[in-house]
Structures are given as C-alpha cells and as structure tokens.
C-alpha cells in the first residue's frame, strides 16, 4: 500500500510539473522567455534591409520563416496581443503572403503545419542534414517540397514586406509597453475585427 501511494505521489508531482512548464519552441529562446516576444524582436534582425542577410543562408531563413507565422499567429488569435493595432496585424499578414510566395508554400497551409515544419527544416539544416530537412518540407504545403523547397530557402530574394513590417511591430510593442497600452486593446476601436480566429479549435500561440 505505502508503495502504491509513493508512486501515485511521484505521479502527480511529475504530472504537476508537466503542467507548470511553459510550452515553448526552443528553437526561439530559452525556457523562460515568452516565445512570441523572443520572435518578434528577432524578426527585424532577420529581415532586416529586405532580408538581405538571408540570401545563401537557408537555416536562418527557415527560421525567420517559422518566427513570422509564429508571431502572425499569436496576433490572430493570442489575447495577450489585442492591443496591437489593427494596421500592423494587416501589414504582418501581407508580409506572410509576401513570404510564402517567395517560398513557394500554399497560401493555404495551416500555420501550425508551417511552423513546426520550418523549424524542422532550420534545425536539420543548422547540423547540416540536408535530407532530414528536405523530408520536412514536404508537398503540397511546400512546393515542390523535398530538395527544391531547400533551394528556396537558400534563395529567397528581396522581402520589402516582411522587413517593413517586422519593423512596424517591434515598433507598436515597444510603444504598447512605454505607455502600459497593453490595458486598452486597440482593435475595440474596430467593432468586429477583434482577434481573429484561424477556425482551428484549440490553438495556443505559443504551444506549437
């Protein structure tokens, strides 16, 4: 009997953790960041002067790839980012179409879909395994997929979009954080735009 209960104490103990523990993507900063700030502020690095530091480097652009779905999904649907005008949502999200088309990936592939298989991608090409990271982008969500979808990345060309607006965002954070804005959502402002779901039940920004 006294085994029984250690074991069942250990149990939940162990079960307790697994839910104090933020979910994370480790691949956009340590355990005690919020992942979704993590990718905004490197957004404007990655792309900054139109992306141009990313040509050739195809790890780093699955990355910043993987870091703008990531952050336009947490401003759709993460309450915490409400307060975030309307505008720079609408520029974001004209800056992931500009993406996806650079890499030829659907326009309508699902963005946790797109997240987890850039981050594959970035972290197989980061170690060099080109084949694991040509099985992560696989068609129809990435066109042609396998290797072709690899040379994309490693030639993405110019993302004016995506470095306007990366700007923009890091840009409306910092003056929402300067003038504790974050209390007054800004998009109530615009009776029926709100934060606008993806029709997927049960998405967290920061759990995929």
């Known amino acids: 009997m006294m085994r029984r209960r250690a074991a069942l104490a250990a149990l939940l103990l162990g079960a307790c953790a697994e839910i104090r523990e933020k ?66 949502v609408r520029d974001m999200l004209l800056a992931r179409n500009e993406l996806r088309t650079a890499l030829d990936m659907a326009p309508d592939l699902a963005p946790p879909a797109a997240v987890a298989a850039l981050t594959a991608a970035a972290r197989a090409l980061e170690v ?44 409306a954070v910092e003056m929402l954080d300067a003038s504790n804005g974050w209390l007054k959502p800004s998009r109530d402002e615009a009776p029926g735009l709100g934060v606008v779901p993806f029709g997927l039940g049960g998405y967290p920004s920061a759990s995929f």
């Open 128 to 171: 060099g395994d080109t084949a694991a990271a040509a099985g992560a982008l696989t068609a129809p969500g990435f066109r042609p997929g396998g290797a072709g979808s690899v040379a994309r990345l490693a030639d993405l060309g110019p993302v004016p979009q995506a470095s306007l607006a990366a700007g923009e965002l890091q840009g």
């Open 23 to 88: 979910p994370r993507l480790p691949a956009f900063g340590d355990a005690s960041a919020d992942p979704v700030r993590t990718a905004i502020a490197a957004l404007p690095i990655a792309f900054a002067e139109q992306g141009r530091s990313l040509a050739g480097q195809p790890a780093a652009t699955a990355l910043a790839a993987a870091r703008l779905e990531y952050v336009v999904a947490a401003l759709q649907r993460d309450p915490r980012y409400s307060a975030v005008p309307q505008g720079v």
